[in-house]
Protein backbone atom coordinates (compact mmCIF):
# COMPACT_ATOMS: atom_id res chain seq x y z
CA UNK A 1 0.00 0.00 0.00
CA UNK A 2 1.53 3.52 -1.17
CA UNK A 3 1.60 5.83 1.46
CA UNK A 4 -0.93 8.87 1.62
CA UNK A 5 -1.57 12.06 2.68
CA UNK A 6 -3.85 13.12 5.03
CA UNK A 7 -7.77 13.21 4.57
CA UNK A 8 -8.24 16.89 2.77
CA UNK A 9 -4.57 17.43 1.43
CA UNK A 10 -5.68 16.26 -2.55
CA UNK A 11 -9.01 18.80 -1.81
CA UNK A 12 -6.72 21.60 -1.93
CA UNK A 13 -6.58 23.72 -5.54
CA UNK A 14 -2.80 24.79 -5.17
CA UNK A 15 -2.39 28.21 -5.26
CA UNK A 16 -1.15 29.78 -8.81
CA UNK A 17 0.52 33.76 -8.32
CA UNK A 18 0.13 35.69 -11.74
CA UNK A 19 1.84 35.24 -14.93
CA UNK A 20 5.41 36.04 -15.43
CA UNK A 21 5.90 34.96 -19.09
CA UNK A 22 3.99 36.16 -22.49
CA UNK A 23 5.63 33.86 -24.88
CA UNK A 24 6.77 34.99 -28.01
CA UNK A 25 7.33 38.48 -26.92
CA UNK A 26 10.93 40.46 -26.62
CA UNK A 27 9.28 42.37 -23.86
CA UNK A 28 6.96 41.78 -21.19
CA UNK A 29 5.02 44.22 -19.09
CA UNK A 30 4.19 42.30 -16.15
CA UNK A 31 1.05 43.73 -14.12
CA UNK A 32 -0.13 40.63 -12.84
CA UNK A 33 1.69 40.08 -9.04
CA UNK A 34 1.19 43.57 -7.30
CA UNK A 35 5.08 44.10 -7.63
CA UNK A 36 6.45 47.84 -6.86
CA UNK A 37 7.71 48.86 -10.60
CA UNK A 38 10.29 50.88 -9.13
CA UNK A 39 12.10 47.79 -7.68
CA UNK A 40 13.69 48.13 -4.29
CA UNK A 41 15.32 51.02 -2.54
CA UNK A 42 19.26 51.38 -3.16
CA UNK A 43 20.04 51.09 0.17
CA UNK A 44 18.20 47.46 0.51
CA UNK A 45 20.07 46.46 -2.84
CA UNK A 46 23.30 47.71 -1.51
CA UNK A 47 22.32 45.70 1.53
CA UNK A 48 21.68 42.85 -0.22
CA UNK A 49 24.92 43.19 -1.93
CA UNK A 50 27.16 43.22 0.49
CA UNK A 51 26.39 39.89 2.42
CA UNK A 52 27.15 37.70 -1.02
CA UNK A 53 30.45 36.93 0.83
CA UNK A 54 28.89 35.57 3.77
CA UNK A 55 26.41 32.66 2.48
CA UNK A 56 28.01 30.25 4.27
CA UNK A 57 26.53 31.50 7.81
CA UNK A 58 23.69 30.75 8.91
CA UNK A 59 21.48 33.94 9.39
CA UNK A 60 20.23 35.31 13.03
CA UNK A 61 17.48 32.92 14.06
CA UNK A 62 15.99 35.12 15.92
CA UNK A 63 16.01 38.47 13.37
CA UNK A 64 17.39 40.49 16.28
CA UNK A 65 18.24 43.58 14.25
CA UNK A 66 15.48 43.38 11.67
CA UNK A 67 12.92 42.96 14.94
CA UNK A 68 14.92 45.84 16.38
CA UNK A 69 14.60 47.89 13.18
CA UNK A 70 10.42 47.53 12.73
CA UNK A 71 9.71 48.14 16.06
CA UNK A 72 11.62 51.66 15.58
CA UNK A 73 10.15 52.88 12.76
CA UNK A 74 6.62 51.56 13.88
CA UNK A 75 7.09 52.54 16.75
CA UNK A 76 6.21 49.00 18.30
CA UNK A 77 7.19 46.38 21.09
CA UNK A 78 10.01 44.36 19.50
CA UNK A 79 10.05 41.33 21.76
CA UNK A 80 6.36 40.50 19.62
CA UNK A 81 7.45 40.79 16.67
CA UNK A 82 8.01 37.66 14.56
CA UNK A 83 9.48 37.41 10.96
CA UNK A 84 8.88 35.20 8.38
CA UNK A 85 9.41 34.01 4.78
CA UNK A 86 6.78 36.51 3.98
CA UNK A 87 3.98 36.73 5.49
CA UNK A 88 2.51 33.74 3.77
CA UNK A 89 4.65 31.90 6.25
CA UNK A 90 3.16 33.64 8.85
CA UNK A 91 -0.57 32.87 7.67
CA UNK A 92 0.33 29.33 7.62
CA UNK A 93 2.04 29.37 11.32
CA UNK A 94 -0.91 30.67 12.76
CA UNK A 95 -3.44 28.88 11.29
CA UNK A 96 -1.55 25.61 12.31
CA UNK A 97 -0.94 27.27 15.63
CA UNK A 98 -4.71 27.51 16.50
CA UNK A 99 -6.86 25.99 13.77
CA UNK A 100 -7.63 22.09 12.98
CA UNK A 101 -10.21 19.85 12.06
CA UNK A 102 -13.89 20.73 13.49
CA UNK A 103 -12.50 24.44 13.83
CA UNK A 104 -13.94 27.16 11.65
CA UNK A 105 -11.61 29.61 9.43
CA UNK A 106 -13.29 33.09 8.52
CA UNK A 107 -12.59 34.91 5.58
CA UNK A 108 -14.01 37.74 3.47
CA UNK A 109 -15.95 36.36 -0.10
CA UNK A 110 -12.92 37.95 -1.80
CA UNK A 111 -10.00 37.66 -0.09
CA UNK A 112 -6.55 36.49 -0.29
CA UNK A 113 -6.80 32.53 -1.77
CA UNK A 114 -4.01 31.28 1.03
CA UNK A 115 -6.65 31.52 4.09
CA UNK A 116 -8.74 29.10 2.65
CA UNK A 117 -5.48 27.00 1.72
CA UNK A 118 -3.68 27.10 4.60
CA UNK A 119 -7.17 26.68 6.72
CA UNK A 120 -7.63 23.13 4.78
CA UNK A 121 -4.03 22.29 5.08
CA UNK A 122 -4.51 21.48 8.79
CA UNK A 123 -8.51 19.97 8.29
CA UNK A 124 -9.96 23.28 9.48
CA UNK A 125 -13.02 24.72 7.23
CA UNK A 126 -12.73 27.86 5.65
CA UNK A 127 -15.74 29.81 5.19
CA UNK A 128 -16.09 32.45 2.86
CA UNK A 129 -18.44 35.10 4.22
CA UNK A 130 -20.25 37.26 1.58
CA UNK A 131 -19.13 40.73 1.14
CA UNK A 132 -21.29 44.43 0.79
CA UNK A 133 -19.95 45.93 -2.27
CA UNK A 134 -16.51 44.53 -2.65
CA UNK A 135 -15.75 45.56 0.55
CA UNK A 136 -15.81 43.23 3.62
CA UNK A 137 -18.91 43.47 6.02
CA UNK A 138 -18.33 43.40 9.73
CA UNK A 139 -21.83 42.38 10.58
CA UNK A 140 -22.19 39.60 8.14
CA UNK A 141 -18.69 38.43 9.83
CA UNK A 142 -19.88 38.27 13.24
CA UNK A 143 -23.29 36.90 12.63
CA UNK A 144 -21.50 34.10 10.93
CA UNK A 145 -18.81 33.69 13.55
CA UNK A 146 -19.59 31.03 16.35
CA UNK A 147 -18.44 28.34 18.68
CA UNK A 148 -16.60 26.35 16.01
CA UNK A 149 -15.07 29.66 14.54
CA UNK A 150 -11.22 29.93 15.81
CA UNK A 151 -9.83 32.24 13.20
CA UNK A 152 -11.39 35.20 10.96
CA UNK A 153 -8.97 36.81 8.48
CA UNK A 154 -9.32 40.22 7.16
CA UNK A 155 -7.12 41.80 4.29
CA UNK A 156 -7.25 45.17 4.87
CA UNK A 157 -6.89 47.04 2.41
CA UNK A 158 -8.04 43.92 0.68
CA UNK A 159 -6.77 41.86 -2.35
CA UNK A 160 -7.93 42.14 -4.77
CA UNK A 161 -10.96 44.49 -4.76
CA UNK A 162 -8.54 47.35 -3.02
CA UNK A 163 -11.53 48.27 -0.53
CA UNK A 164 -10.71 48.76 3.11
CA UNK A 165 -12.30 49.14 6.52
CA UNK A 166 -11.81 52.64 8.52
CA UNK A 167 -10.42 51.81 11.93
CA UNK A 168 -14.45 52.16 13.59
CA UNK A 169 -14.89 49.17 11.68
CA UNK A 170 -12.22 47.40 12.67
CA UNK A 171 -12.77 48.43 16.24
CA UNK A 172 -16.40 47.48 15.43
CA UNK A 173 -15.56 43.44 14.48
CA UNK A 174 -12.98 42.91 17.20
CA UNK A 175 -15.41 43.85 19.89
CA UNK A 176 -18.55 41.56 18.29
CA UNK A 177 -16.01 38.26 18.12
CA UNK A 178 -16.09 35.68 21.02
CA UNK A 179 -12.73 35.97 22.87
CA UNK A 180 -12.13 32.66 21.84
CA UNK A 181 -11.68 34.26 18.09
CA UNK A 182 -7.96 35.28 16.76
CA UNK A 183 -8.67 37.90 14.68
CA UNK A 184 -5.90 38.58 11.62
CA UNK A 185 -5.61 41.66 10.32
CA UNK A 186 -3.17 40.96 6.90
CA UNK A 187 -2.15 44.64 6.12
CA UNK A 188 0.30 44.26 3.27
CA UNK A 189 -0.61 46.87 1.30
CA UNK A 190 -0.51 49.30 4.49
CA UNK A 191 2.06 51.81 3.50
CA UNK A 192 0.17 52.55 0.40
CA UNK A 193 -2.94 53.84 1.74
CA UNK A 194 -3.18 57.71 1.92
CA UNK A 195 -6.57 58.37 3.31
CA UNK A 196 -7.24 59.83 6.92
CA UNK A 197 -9.42 57.22 8.40
CA UNK A 198 -7.12 53.92 7.60
CA UNK A 199 -5.87 51.74 10.22
CA UNK A 200 -3.00 49.04 9.96
CA UNK A 201 -4.39 47.07 12.96
CA UNK A 202 -1.22 47.89 15.41
CA UNK A 203 -3.24 49.81 18.31
CA UNK A 204 -5.46 46.65 18.15
CA UNK A 205 -2.39 44.55 18.80
CA UNK A 206 -1.45 46.60 21.80
CA UNK A 207 -4.76 46.54 23.16
CA UNK A 208 -6.72 43.08 22.94
CA UNK A 209 -4.74 39.19 23.22
CA UNK A 210 -6.51 38.60 20.10
CA UNK A 211 -5.75 40.37 17.28
CA UNK A 212 -2.68 39.63 14.96
CA UNK A 213 -1.12 41.97 12.41
CA UNK A 214 0.39 40.56 9.36
CA UNK A 215 3.10 42.98 6.94
CA UNK A 216 5.22 42.36 3.92
CA UNK A 217 8.12 43.46 2.55
CA UNK A 218 6.98 42.62 -0.60
CA UNK A 219 5.00 45.73 -1.55
CA UNK A 220 6.19 48.96 -1.50
CA UNK A 221 10.08 47.82 -0.15
CA UNK A 222 10.28 46.22 -3.57
CA UNK A 223 11.83 43.01 -1.64
CA UNK A 224 9.06 39.94 -3.31
CA UNK A 225 11.97 37.62 -4.59
CA UNK A 226 13.33 37.56 -0.78
CA UNK A 227 10.07 36.54 0.82
CA UNK A 228 10.10 38.84 4.19
CA UNK A 229 7.36 38.94 5.93
CA UNK A 230 6.93 40.07 10.13
CA UNK A 231 3.78 40.01 12.45
CA UNK A 232 2.92 41.99 15.47
CA UNK A 233 1.39 39.66 17.85
CA UNK A 234 0.02 39.70 21.60
CA UNK A 235 2.96 37.99 23.64
CA UNK A 236 1.02 34.54 23.99
CA UNK A 237 0.89 34.25 20.22
CA UNK A 238 4.33 35.83 19.49
CA UNK A 239 5.68 32.79 22.16
CA UNK A 240 3.97 30.14 20.18
CA UNK A 241 4.98 31.64 16.59
CA UNK A 242 8.12 31.62 17.71
CA UNK A 243 7.80 27.42 19.16
CA UNK A 244 6.52 26.35 15.80
CA UNK A 245 8.47 28.34 12.94
CA UNK A 246 11.55 27.17 11.86
CA UNK A 247 15.10 28.24 13.49
CA UNK A 248 16.58 30.10 10.45
CA UNK A 249 13.16 30.98 8.46
CA UNK A 250 14.64 34.15 7.24
CA UNK A 251 17.71 33.71 4.92
CA UNK A 252 20.35 36.45 5.65
CA UNK A 253 20.38 38.77 2.55
CA UNK A 254 16.63 39.40 3.53
CA UNK A 255 17.52 40.16 6.91
CA UNK A 256 19.98 42.77 5.90
CA UNK A 257 17.93 43.86 2.60
CA UNK A 258 14.69 44.07 5.09
CA UNK A 259 16.86 46.89 7.88
CA UNK A 260 18.20 48.83 5.00
CA UNK A 261 14.60 49.28 3.05
CA UNK A 262 13.03 50.04 6.68
CA UNK A 263 15.54 53.22 6.78
CA UNK A 264 14.75 54.52 2.84
CA UNK A 265 11.98 56.68 3.73
CA UNK A 266 12.25 57.94 0.75
CA UNK A 267 12.38 55.25 -1.40
CA UNK A 268 8.56 54.30 0.48
CA UNK A 269 7.58 57.93 -0.24
CA UNK A 270 8.21 58.40 -3.90
CA UNK A 271 6.79 54.70 -4.53
CA UNK A 272 3.60 56.03 -2.72
CA UNK A 273 3.15 59.13 -5.07
CA UNK A 274 3.77 57.33 -8.08
CA UNK A 275 1.47 54.51 -7.28
CA UNK A 276 -1.25 57.26 -6.19
CA UNK A 277 -0.70 59.43 -9.27
CA UNK A 278 -0.68 56.71 -11.98
CA UNK A 279 -3.43 54.75 -9.73
CA UNK A 280 -6.02 57.42 -10.69
CA UNK A 281 -4.57 58.15 -14.05
CA UNK A 282 -5.39 54.82 -14.90
CA UNK A 283 -8.91 55.13 -13.12
CA UNK A 284 -9.34 58.03 -15.42
CA UNK A 285 -8.69 55.96 -18.69
CA UNK A 286 -10.26 52.86 -18.14
CA UNK A 287 -13.48 55.60 -17.31
CA UNK A 288 -12.96 56.79 -20.83
CA UNK A 289 -12.84 53.38 -22.46
CA UNK A 290 -16.25 52.39 -20.73
CA UNK A 291 -14.42 50.10 -18.24
CA UNK A 292 -15.32 50.39 -14.45
CA UNK A 293 -12.05 50.34 -12.12
CA UNK A 294 -13.27 49.92 -8.20
CA UNK A 295 -11.97 52.51 -6.36
CA UNK A 296 -8.68 50.77 -4.82
CA UNK A 297 -6.09 52.18 -1.74
CA UNK A 298 -3.98 49.67 -3.21
CA UNK A 299 -1.15 49.33 -5.51
CA UNK A 300 -3.65 47.97 -8.07
CA UNK A 301 -7.03 48.56 -9.73
CA UNK A 302 -10.15 45.75 -9.97
CA UNK A 303 -11.53 46.37 -13.35
CA UNK A 304 -14.81 44.88 -14.50
CA UNK A 305 -15.29 44.18 -18.10
CA UNK A 306 -18.97 44.18 -20.14
CA UNK A 307 -20.44 40.45 -20.19
CA UNK A 308 -20.51 40.57 -24.30
CA UNK A 309 -18.29 37.78 -25.67
CA UNK A 310 -16.15 40.39 -27.82
CA UNK A 311 -15.51 42.34 -24.58
CA UNK A 312 -15.27 40.24 -21.84
CA UNK A 313 -12.30 39.60 -19.04
CA UNK A 314 -11.29 36.50 -20.58
CA UNK A 315 -11.02 38.14 -24.29
CA UNK A 316 -9.27 40.65 -23.08
CA UNK A 317 -6.44 39.06 -20.42
CA UNK A 318 -5.95 36.81 -24.09
CA UNK A 319 -5.53 40.46 -25.80
CA UNK A 320 -3.24 41.75 -23.48
CA UNK A 321 -1.27 38.91 -23.50
CA UNK A 322 -1.10 38.89 -27.14
CA UNK A 323 0.55 42.54 -26.75
CA UNK A 324 2.83 41.17 -24.10
CA UNK A 325 1.36 42.76 -21.17
CA UNK A 326 0.36 40.40 -18.30
CA UNK A 327 -2.71 41.11 -15.73
CA UNK A 328 -4.16 38.85 -12.93
CA UNK A 329 -7.14 36.78 -14.26
CA UNK A 330 -10.02 37.22 -11.36
CA UNK A 331 -11.89 33.23 -11.86
CA UNK A 332 -10.44 32.08 -9.07
CA UNK A 333 -11.65 34.77 -6.91
CA UNK A 334 -15.36 34.25 -7.48
CA UNK A 335 -14.84 37.62 -10.02
CA UNK A 336 -14.74 36.35 -13.44
CA UNK A 337 -15.64 39.56 -15.24
CA UNK A 338 -12.76 41.17 -13.40
CA UNK A 339 -8.93 41.48 -14.09
CA UNK A 340 -6.70 42.76 -11.43
CA UNK A 341 -4.15 45.32 -13.27
CA UNK A 342 -1.00 46.28 -10.93
CA UNK A 343 -0.16 49.99 -11.54
CA UNK A 344 3.37 49.97 -13.26
CA UNK A 345 5.59 52.75 -14.14
CA UNK A 346 4.89 55.09 -16.39
CA UNK A 347 5.92 53.70 -19.67
CA UNK A 348 3.49 50.31 -18.35
CA UNK A 349 0.77 52.19 -17.34
CA UNK A 350 0.27 53.99 -20.41
CA UNK A 351 0.73 50.93 -22.19
CA UNK A 352 -1.88 48.81 -20.69
CA UNK A 353 -4.30 51.89 -20.81
CA UNK A 354 -3.36 52.10 -24.44
CA UNK A 355 -3.64 48.42 -24.98
CA UNK A 356 -6.78 48.40 -23.48
CA UNK A 357 -8.28 51.43 -25.66
CA UNK A 358 -7.61 49.51 -28.26
CA UNK A 359 -9.13 46.05 -27.68
CA UNK A 360 -12.78 48.20 -26.65
CA UNK A 361 -13.03 50.02 -30.03
CA UNK A 362 -11.88 47.28 -31.99
CA UNK A 363 -14.03 43.94 -30.08
CA UNK A 364 -11.76 41.86 -32.74
CA UNK A 365 -11.09 39.07 -30.14
CA UNK A 366 -13.28 36.45 -29.74
CA UNK A 367 -13.18 33.37 -27.08
CA UNK A 368 -11.57 30.59 -29.14
CA UNK A 369 -11.29 32.21 -32.24
Not at 86 to 115: C, K, N, Q, T, W
Not at 182 to 207: K, M, Q, R, W
Amino acid sequence: MSVTPRPGILDISPYVGGESVAPGRDRTVRLASNENPLGPGTRAAAAFAAVRDDLHRYPDGAAAALRAAIAEAESLDATRIVCGAGSDELISLLVRAYAGPGDEVLHSAHGFLMYAISAKSVGATPVAVPERDLTADVDAILARAGTQTRMVFLANPNNPTGSYLDGDAMRHLRAGLPKHVLLVIDAAYAEYVTVDDYDSGAALVDEFDNVVMTRTFSKIHGLAALRLGWAYCPAAVADVLNRIRGPFNVCRPALAAGVAALSDRAHVDRSRRHNARWRDWLTQEMAGVGLHAYPSVGNFLLVHFPADTAHAAPAALRYLKENGILVRDMTSYGLPECLRITIGDEGETRDVAGTLTRFMADGIVRIGA
